[in-house]
């Protein structure tokens, strides 16, 4: 047993924090602000990343990564995140669709989406959740009708991250009449297509992150389906593994208390203890993240390793965020660069809100361990 | 032993249920978070017309209890005006020309500050003064918060303390207001949102979070009504104690409730479009201002080493 995640490792992650220290000033909060300056910026550094070759230093070489350890892809993970997600909506991109089209999709594909992705020149969204399909996912209704050989989409999406301004879109739909997994087929689909309308979604997070996303007759060639038609639910639920463990949100939490600890005011005395506690809590649910990370490299299932471990971290998120508002009073409701933290209590709170329901709830994490736990019994 | 509010109170509450209805409910909060630098005067010429500018609370139990249920009712729809620093009372027993607000003297902030151009701010230790506000902070979570400039230093007055006290319960009411509202908007929203092909009420894990809440709500509201009786009838420090207690007890409450509220809404819980989403985030300042439930915690143990709990045993004194 060794806990040390090692010199390669190490080394990345301080190559990685000089360069987002040396990209973006300390009131950086991400690309979802006020400020589309922030969201220019992002995409700035995709390239910078791209071009020093960090971007996909994961990915493996065959696809234009380097190969790197599923260590180096949580350093990545972990850098990023705890620095506001520096390559804004296109981690996306790089988390999961890349990974999901190297396993599901043809030769054809592979060399038409992985090179834009490796080279920070694309985002993609995620068209999953429906009105009535949130939870129950699999209740999706958006229809892909087969007309000669190509498919006519028609159906509505919504809380769909970055459709605004995203290029492309992984579309689950429905093929048939099925019900259940049964028929759900991924469709990968550029967003200028005729027939797609993006509607903004007024939120408590910034401006332009959830859309209403609707397909009124949107015809894809049938280079457009990813895996088999009817063998959807496969991807959706690798996709969903992937972006349970893929944002290290413990990573944010363990900045901020530091940021908050080390900052003007320090902690305040009556909040030493809550404080502390929720070092430790941080690091539980960053040990947690490990073991599914550690039980995914081995080939192992790592289903509900990782829900126990996305439950632990946006727990820690919404305290987080609790403790820093009450350390710094009308501070943590200010936002701009000279607020305390320069306005990240504040938006870490609105974002902490959402930790608990992005990527399947809580209580659909709560399902899936319990599944686990019970096995038979259940 | 009577825990109904007065006749003349509830009767009061359906009047101002009806008047913020009349203003267009939340959506005042909503449309006032585009226009903040504005004071709205459709909103004080309802107050004035409902009769709160009139309430003599320290008089009149029944006034009081209107005043606690006006809060109530402002709360219910987060309404963008401070109806608990107008209804505070008067340090030397006057009519009131300027709301209060109880502030953390380091960082001087109040809610709707710029709802009056002067204020009288205490940080609760019965000392007082007048402050102007900044502009708003126009924030997600601080839309109408204002930082304020103390025209003087704090200077003791002898009504200090007991305003305090007053304001700590009417924006304890607020609280509870906002809170009975979550919930209600929550049952709406669960029973009529079908997932897995049934109510999302039909879901154990479901009912038992809403029970919790209900039990955490209606806990509140008790402690609110005791709060409000004993204002009218207990010493000044006992008050103040009890005062303290409650605001404690509705930040903690506040935050779980609220959790839960907009958990149950899914992704909707965070969208401006649904109740939940802006009654989270317009309650903010006062759940933060002027301080926090750990900061009230500490200066409660110590009220009660000198002066007491009221309670079925002695609580002063203590190690
Ligand atoms: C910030 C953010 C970003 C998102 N980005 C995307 C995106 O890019 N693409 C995309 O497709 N989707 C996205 N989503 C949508 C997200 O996946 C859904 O919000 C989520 O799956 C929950 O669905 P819902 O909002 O419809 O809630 P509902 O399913 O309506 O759930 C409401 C509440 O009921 C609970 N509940 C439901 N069923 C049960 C049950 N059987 N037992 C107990 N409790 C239950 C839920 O846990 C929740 O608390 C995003 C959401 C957020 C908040």
């Given at each position: 047993m060794d806990f040390d995640i090692g010199n390669d490792a190490r080394q990345l992650r301080t190559r990685l924090r000089t360069s987002i220290t040396e990209t973006f000033p300390p009131e950086f909060l991400g690309a979802f602000t006020d400020d589309p300056a922030d969201m220019a910026a992002t995409q700035a550094f995709c390239k910078t990343l791209a071009d020093q070759g960090l971007l996909t230093i994961a990915w493996p070489t065959e696809h234009g990564g380097a190969g790197g350890d599923v260590w180096a892809q949580t350093v990545v993970r972990e850098e990023m995140w705890a620095h506001h997600e520096p390559r804004g909506p296109q981690y996306m991109g790089l988390n999961w669709v890349g990974p999901a089209v190297m396993a599901f999709g043809t030769a054809d594909q592979k060399a038409r989406h992985l090179p834009p992705i490796a080279a920070g020149d694309v985002i993609w969204c995620q068209g999953f959740s429906e009105p009535d399909a949130g939870s129950d996912l699999a209740a999706l209704s958006t229809r892909a009708v087969a007309d000669g050989d190509t498919w006519r989409i028609t159906g509505q999406k919504i809380w769909t991250s970055y459709a605004g301004i995203a290029q492309w879109c992984v579309l689950a739909a429905r093929v048939g009449h099925g019900t259940g997994h049964e028929g759900i087929t991924m469709f990968l689909v550029p967003m200028d297509t005729p027939g797609i309308r993006v509607v903004p979604i007024r939120t408590m997070l910034g401006p332009h992150h959830l859309n209403e996303v609707f397909f009124d007759d949107v015809i894809v060639g049938p280079d457009a389906v990813l895996g088999a038609v009817g063998g959807g639910w496969a991807v959706i639920k690798e996709a969903l593994a992937h972006e349970r463990v893929g944002i290290a949100r413990y990573a944010r939490c363990e900045r901020l208390l530091s940021l908050l600890a080390t900052g003007e005011d320090g902690i305040p005395d009556r909040l030493r203890t809550r404080w502390a506690r929720l070092l430790v809590r941080v690091r539980v649910a960053r040990l947690l993240a490990y073991r599914a990370v550690a039980t995914q490299a081995a080939g192992g299932d790592f289903d509900a390793l990782a829900s126990a471990a996305r439950i632990a971290v946006t727990r820690c998120d919404q305290d987080v965020a609790d403790l820093l508002g009450d350390a710094l009073g009308v501070g943590g409701l200010d936002a701009g660069a000279d607020a305390p933290l320069h306005g990240a209590a504040e938006d870490h709170w609105r974002y902490a809100q959402a930790a608990t329901i992005a990527s399947g709830t809580i209580e659909v994490q709560r399902m899936i361990v319990a599944r686990d736990l019970l096995g038979n019994a259940s | 032993m009577n825990p109904l509010l007065p006749e003349p109170a509830v009767a009061f509450g359906e009047s101002a249920r009806r008047a913020f209805g009349d203003l267009g409910g939340i959506d005042r909060a909503r449309r006032a978070e585009h226009d903040h630098d504005h004071p709205d005067r459709a909103i004080a010429d309802a107050l004035g017309s409902l009769g709160v500018d009139d309430l003599s609370v320290t008089t009149d139990t029944d006034a009081a209890a209107a005043g606690a249920v006006a809060c109530i009712e402002a709360g219910r729809v987060v309404l963008p005006w401070p109806v608990a620093g107008w209804l505070t009372p008067s340090c030397d027993g006057s009519a009131r020309t300027r709301p209060f607000a109880l502030v953390d003297p380091t960082d001087p902030a109040v809610d709707h500050g710029a709802t009056a151009p002067r204020w009288e701010i205490s940080p609760g230790n019965g000392r007082v003064t007048t402050a102007t506000p900044g502009t708003p902070l126009a924030t997600r979570l601080?839309?109408?918060?204002?930082?304020?400039?103390?025209?003087?230093?704090?200077?003791?007055?002898?009504?200090?303390?007991?305003?305090?006290?007053?304001?700590?319960?009417?924006?304890?009411?607020?609280?509870?207001?906002?809170?009975?509202?979550?919930?209600?908007?929550?049952?709406?929203?669960?029973?009529?949102?079908?997932?897995?092909?049934?109510?999302?009420?039909?879901?154990?894990?479901?009912?038992?979070?809403?029970?919790?809440?209900?039990?955490?709500?209606?806990?509140?509201?008790?402690?609110?009504?005791?709060?409000?009786?004993?204002?009218?009838?207990?010493?000044?420090?006992?008050?103040?104690?009890?005062?303290?207690?409650?605001?404690m007890h509705a930040l903690d409450t506040a935050r779980g409730v609220l959790r839960t509220c907009r958990q149950l809404h899914g992704a909707a819980g965070v969208c401006d479009e649904y109740e939940i989403a802006m009654l989270g985030r317009h309650l903010q300042p006062t759940l933060r201002l002027p301080d926090d439930a750990d900061t009230v915690a500490v200066e409660l143990a110590g009220s009660i080493r000198v002066g007491g709990f009221d309670g079925l045993f002695d609580h002063a004194g203590h190690r």
């Open positions: - | 601080g839309p109408f918060v204002t930082r304020v400039t103390p025209t003087g230093g704090f200077e003791p007055a002898t009504g200090a303390l007991a305003a305090a006290a007053w304001w700590s319960m009417f924006t304890s009411c607020r609280i509870l207001g906002a809170l009975e509202r979550a919930l209600e908007v929550t049952v709406e929203h669960t029973s009529a949102r079908h997932q897995f092909g049934r109510p999302l009420t039909a879901f154990q894990t479901v009912r038992f979070a809403l029970a919790d809440a209900k039990v955490e709500v209606a806990g509140l509201r008790e402690l609110s009504l005791f709060t409000l009786w004993r204002l009218g009838t207990a010493s000044v420090p006992d008050a103040h104690v009890d005062a303290l207690a409650l605001r």
